[in-house]
């Protein structure tokens, strides 16, 4: 699908991504969307999610994946443009509910860091297994 139409077919009645943002917008283009998480794990926290419905960052084509990259590239500029104090980025997908994903519709989330905002912050997204975060 090259629109940011979504057919009746696709959409989930129950899905938060399947219906237009009520956040601020931060970036749009013909497959996809990057607005402000209403949940944020950290001040800025973005989600990029394709307008199409597809369930994970698997289930998207080619040109949707390239867009989505583009939208995470344009939203950063953006947070950091707006937030100097921004000197590091988490970029996370949970796909599949064993991984955590809790909105079956893929999203990727932004989430800016700074320096201090943890007291040891090595591992980054190994932190999700506790035991395995740190490999030194």
């Not at 001040?43 to 990029?48: C, F, I, K, N, R």
């Not at 599949?96 to 990727?108: K, M, T, Y």
């Amino acid at each position: 699908m090259t629109t940011n139409t979504i057919l009746a077919s696709e959409q989930t009645a129950n899905c938060l991504f399947c219906r237009s943002p009520n956040r601020r917008v931060l970036a749009k283009n013909k497959l996809g969307y990057a607005y402000l998480d209403g949940h944020p794990v950290t001040e800025g926290h973005a989600l990029v999610v394709p307008w199409r419905h597809a369930e994970t960052y698997f289930d998207l084509d080619a040109e949707e994946m390239s867009a989505l990259n583009d939208l995470l590239c344009q939203a950063r500029e953006i947070i950091v443009a707006e937030d100097r104090s921004v000197t590091g980025f988490n970029i996370g997908m949970n796909c599949g509910a064993s991984a955590g994903q809790s909105i079956a519709h893929c999203h990727i989330h932004l989430i800016p860091r700074r320096q201090g905002d943890v007291a040891d912050p090595r591992g980054g997204v190994r932190s999700v297994i506790p035991d395995k975060r740190r490999y030194d």
